[in-house]
T-cell receptor, first 114, second 114 residues
Framework: GDSVTQMEGPVTLSEEAFLTINCTYT??????LFWYVQYPGEGLQLLLK?????DKGSNKGFEATYRKETTSFHLEKGSVQVSDSAVYFC?????????????FGQGTRLTINP | EAQVTQNPRYLITVTGKKLTVTCSQN?????MSWYRQDPGLGLRQIYY???????DKGDVPEGYKVSRKEKRNFPLILESPSPNQTSLYFC?????????????FGPGTRLTVL
């Protein structure tokens, strides 16, 4: 079945460091891919998305490129801030036999130290 | 303000005592779903609904029921809660039934079953 695998956390970085959070997926067809972010005590919010191969999603300095050949959707940011501390979820969405299937990765906790 | 609301936010109950967690959205979204979030497992989909009177099982439906009598409401029912249903629950909604659309999440309900 469909699945999403993220790099193990927690991840701790210093402010202004470069961030990469790896995400790979398995799917039967051509899913849409998402990164969601969860700040402490809140629900998830969409960070960025890509709906087809080679699309690049971007928002708030974060980027991720839909790589069909490597089935990956790695999240990157060039210079992180303390306010980026949160849990990040990679997810895929696919329609199978008329039903929408949503699958999330296990989440990666990111802490940025000043 | 566009939002998804859940009630209650926190609930402590005992094994076997029926409970309902309400979910309501004011965005006229067709698609609604329930997830549970557990450490190391990410979010897992419990049930989803693509429109009024249309519901279907997600990945972990055992022990849960849902109904969709109105477009805005999607309650989650635990007929006989057990300790393994202790978790953080999120309701979400999105426009249409396409897999490409952003999910809007509620603030979460933390449930403890003793």
């Amino acid at each position: 079945g469909d699945s999403v695998t993220q790099m193990e956390g927690p991840v701790t970085l210093s402010e202004e460091a470069f961030l990469t959070i790896n995400c790979t997926y398995t799917a039967t067809g051509y899913p849409s891919l998402f990164w969601y972010v969860q700040y402490p005590g809140e629900g998830l919010q969409l960070l960025l998305k890509a709906t087809k191969a080679d699309d690049k999603g971007s928002n708030k300095g974060f980027e991720a490129t839909y790589r069909k050949e490597t089935t990956s959707f790695h999240l990157e940011k060039g210079s992180v801030q303390v306010s980026d501390s949160a849990v990040y979820f990679c997810a895929l969405s696919e329609r199978i036999q008329g039903a929408q299937k949503l699958v999330f990765g296990q989440g990666t906790r990111l802490t940025i130290n000043p | 303000e566009a939002q998804v609301t859940q009630n209650p936010r926190y609930l402590i109950t005992v094994t076997g005592k029926k409970l309902t967690v309400t979910c309501s959205q004011n965005m006229n979204h067709e698609y609604m779903s329930w997830y549970r979030q557990d450490p190391g497992l990410g979010l897992r989909q419990i049930y989803y609904s693509m429109n009024v009177e249309v519901t279907d099982k997600g990945d972990v439906p055992e022990g849960y029921k849902v109904s969709r009598k109105e477009k805005r409401n999607f309650p989650l029912i635990l007929e006989s809660p057990s300790p393994n249903q202790t978790s953080l629950y999120f309701c979400a909604s999105s426009h249409g039934t396409s897999g490409n659309n952003e999910q809007f999440f509620g603030p979460g309900t933390r449930l403890t079953v003793l």
